[in-house]
């Protein structure tokens, strides 16, 4: 049990800049008044809907549904939840300017995708669909373009959430067997020197379960911060069994690593952005609005503004649509030129002025 207090800074340092450090994101990383974001949200569902609910297993937030439909009726729910949840990013823009090139989150929100479309931060953004076919692969992970993972579903795919038991082993089920994780991320995984878990409820049964996933390299150091573990007991045994670390450190540990990070001027780049009208195309690009963020961006009255750049991307989007409802184009070059079209117009919201 020796060294578990100690942090190697200059070794984390070392390994975010060779992109050889993942950073892992769990529900106690944001709390709405004394709650976890996800005991917040499954306790509103369990308020909110409980005609449509036999039981609430409290302890791991899952359900047991009478029926099909009740769950449908609760997963559409999950969505208006986290849109109606407005928390502060300064905890996500910390992680943004930090530059990890691959961060796995076990929650199903997307505020750490969009407070990098907010501040023109190009990424990639994926999530596990336990009840489909994954994509074929995905980008590689990388600084100029990191990676986020979201390991348990998104909030705008309902069939991809975790919402019962059933949803749970199938997600567990396929994580670990077949289809199992992308080839990519399971590389980035492998290569990996630092594991930093953030705001983690290791306590959970199924959350150790995901450790022993996450971890099938050994040798590897795995920082555990602003985390439950429970008990003495479970925090011996964590410590025992998966190595981790519990550092304590005078500040923050993502602040204290975000200071070092500034301080060596690794940190990457950010801009604010500069009006309202900028605000509302990169809020339409949050939420999966594209043509509508290119067609506000085409009807500004700017100088800057090269109209027929505007122009080419929205008859790519056109081409893009219809080349989806016809089917004509496989899933994942739907998604390779969906990114890119992204990446295009959030390029040219950075040069406005």
Known sequence: MQHENQVDWDNILDDIEDQLCVLFLGPEVIHVGDL???????????????????FYYQTDGLFLFPDAESKVRVSRQVKRLYRNLEPDDAVFRKIAEIPFHLIISLNPDSYLSDTMYKYGIKHRF????????????????????????????????????????????????????????????????????????????LEK?????LLRLLSERPGVEKIAVNTVTGNAHTRDFLLNQFKLKFPETETDFLTALHQRVSSKNLNRAVSEPKSEEVVSVIRHIQQGDLEEAMQLLFDMDRPELDKSAITVLLSR?????????????????????YNRMVDATLEIVRQLT
């Open 126 to 201: 994926y999530h596990f669909q336990h009840q489909r076919p994954q994509l074929e692969d995905m980008d590689p992970p990388g600084k100029s373009m990191p990676v986020i993972y979201n390991l348990c579903g998104s909030k705008n795919d309902s069939e991809s959430l975790i919402l019962d038991y059933e949803d749970l082993f199938e997600m567990l089920q396929g994580a670990l067997g077949n289809p199992g994780l992308p080839d990519r991320l399971r590389a980035a995984l492998r290569q990996a020197n630092t594991f930093i878990f953030l705001g983690f409820q």
């Open 205 to 209: 049964w199924y959350t150790q379960l």
């Open 36 to 54: 976890p974001l996800n005991q917040y949200v499954s306790q509103n569902l369990h308020q909110r809907h409980q005609s449509d609910i036999v």
């Open 317 to 337: 989007f056109a081409q893009w649509n219809r080349s989806v409802e016809q089917e004509t184009i496989y899933a994942q070059e739907a998604h390779v030129e």
